[in-house]
């Protein structure tokens, strides 16, 4: 279990965190475990050895110190190709992780056979071992989540799994130095050594913090502006999108989409009191404040070590106008009262460029209409296309909040990009609708100049709790 969960924190940077990543990651681990515990069960009926269950366990190790050693580069080259998902997370699984889960499903039935002494006791030790081995999973799963991922770190938490199935297969029987036993423990030094080295030059050349949260693989490390060369920094919880950016030299937003919250200003321009679901890097929030001297701000974010980071790194400060829940955004949503916020900002986001599905559907744009006062407005940015086959989510999304919200309004981001391209697009929705009440400025008359005007072809699916396949549609299929 330990090494299936640290598996997904392995991938994350790479290919995602989605359901295809968790549902390849755990059908090829237990495909493996199967395959191992057959092999295991025939060698033990034919050479019952201590010796040999041993050797499956340094086996073992040795394999999980060549993941060590070889995951950056094979997951590389996966994620450059041409493939879809499914694949991508099918093909890194099989490489980095059946291997090592084939000997560790060995383990198990194997030792049922070294422990059975008659077939009068066999049913005992049979219960007994699968009993200690459940156990252990039950174990290794709230360590692994509760202590190793948060404290230690993924990779980090592969070296003290290999070094344990090394040191458990010592203690089951000293091994004589041979080649291959060597070529093992040669594997698990250099992997380290080569892991701690890259890790400190990435560092020396773009500041890069790769850290593990409760919720989160983050990696945050410093670029230049793609468009105006100036100092950046950036936080990514996904190989193909940063979630959160910050110049170093001056206090602007620097990324654009978040221009288009202050559309709240023409919408709602007796705002104040505000709700942001997803914090990251708290660049909305410290805009928020420095804006608008007197409004305050809830932030939920799910995860508190992100909170931390953006803490250290992103130069968010206690403010009594930023109250911070961490909580996923739905629950807190299912829980505020009726009609508590002026306006409602999302930039939740997780694997695929794409929003949590639970904050996609339309129960929780109904919650978002209920916590709203009756003028209200929601604001929130998502990744996809006006037209074509990637704007499968953005259609199935705006005919959603059609279903809830009097008056939708669809803003694109970067009006030279083509439409069906996946980008950054914002939608503004009212609770009530009627003319628009706030002064249009230069700035605001910059972003109403990207309002588009999409149709939705009668019978788009609305996204529903039950059904919301937020993955699918953004694998651009």
């Known amino acids: 279990m330990v090494y299936e969960i640290i598996g997904s924190r392995i991938l994350a940077p790479h290919i995602g965190t989605s359901t295809y990543v968790w549902t390849s990651l755990i059908g090829v681990i237990l495909a493996a475990l199967s395959f191992g515990y057959w092999f295991g069960g025939k060698l033990a009926d034919k050479k019952p ?13 040795g394999l999980v110190s060549a993941t060590i050693l070889v995951k950056d580069i094979v997951l590389t080259v996966i994620a450059a190709s041409s493939l879809v998902l499914e694949l991508k997370s099918l093909i890194a699984a099989l490489f980095l992780f059946a291997p090592a889960s084939v000997f560790l499903g060995f383990v198990t039935p194997y030792a049922v056979k070294l422990r059975t002494v008659s077939l009068d006791s066999s049913g005992a030790t049979v219960g007994r071992l699968y009993a200690l081995s459940t156990i252990g999973s039950i174990v290794g799963t709230f360590v692994a989540g509760f202590l190793l991922i948060p404290f230690v770190g993924s990779t980090r938490t592969l070296y003290l799994v290999a070094a344990s199935l090394f040191a458990a297969s ?4 000293p091994f004589a130095l041979t080649r291959t036993n060597l070529t093992a423990i040669v594997l698990f030094v250099f992997g380290i050594v080569t892991n701690e080295t890259y890790a400190h030059f990435l560092y020396r050349r773009v500041e890069l913090v790769d850290t593990d949260t409760e919720y989160n693989r983050v990696q945050i490390f410093r670029m230049n502006d793609p468009v105006t060369g100036r100092p950046e920094r950036a936080l990514s919880i996904d190989p ?8 170093l030299d001056g206090d602007d937003l620097a990324s654009e989409y978040l221009h288009y919250y202050h559309l709240v200003r023409l919408y709602k321009p007796d705002f104040q009191h505000s709700l942001l679901i997803g914090g990251a890097g708290y660049s909305f929030p410290k805009e928020y404040l420095r804006t608008y001297p007197g409004k305050t701000i809830d932030t939920v974010e799910i995860d508190p070590g992100m909170t931390a980071l953006a803490r250290k790194y992103f130069d968010l400060k206690d403010d009594p106008r930023l109250e911070i829940f961490h909580e996923d955004g739905r629950i807190f949503l299912n829980h505020a009262p009726d009609e508590a916020y002026d306006a409602v900002f999302l930039d939740a986001f997780s694997a695929l460029f794409s929003i949590p599905f639970h904050l996609t559907t339309r129960e929780s744009a109904v919650e978002i209409a209920r916590v709203l006062k009756p003028d209200g407005v929601v604001i929130f940015n998502l990744g996809g296309a006006l037209t074509g086959p ?10 959603t909040y059609r279903s809830v919200f009097p008056e939708v309004q669809v ?3 970067r009006s030279e990009r083509p439409d069906d391209e996946v ?15 706030g002064t249009i400025d230069f700035e605001l008359g910059r972003l109403l100049a990207n309002r588009r005007s999409p149709d ?16 699918y549609f953004n694998s651009g299929r």
């Open 411 to 413: 803003f694109k981001v």
């Open 170 to 173: 010592l203690i089951l029987a």
């Open 49 to 61: 050895s201590v010796g040999i269950l041993a050797s499956a366990i340094f086996t073992a190790a």
């Open 456 to 471: 939705v072809p009668a019978g788009v699916q609305i996204l529903t709790d039950d059904l919301a396949p937020v993955e």
């Open 240 to 247: 193909a999108t940063i979630q959160s950016r910050m110049f």
């Open 390 to 399: 990637a704007g499968g989510f953005f259609r199935a999304e705006l005919a």
């Open 423 to 437: 980008q950054n697009l914002i939608i503004v929705a009212r609770k009530s609708p009627g003319s628009v009440a």
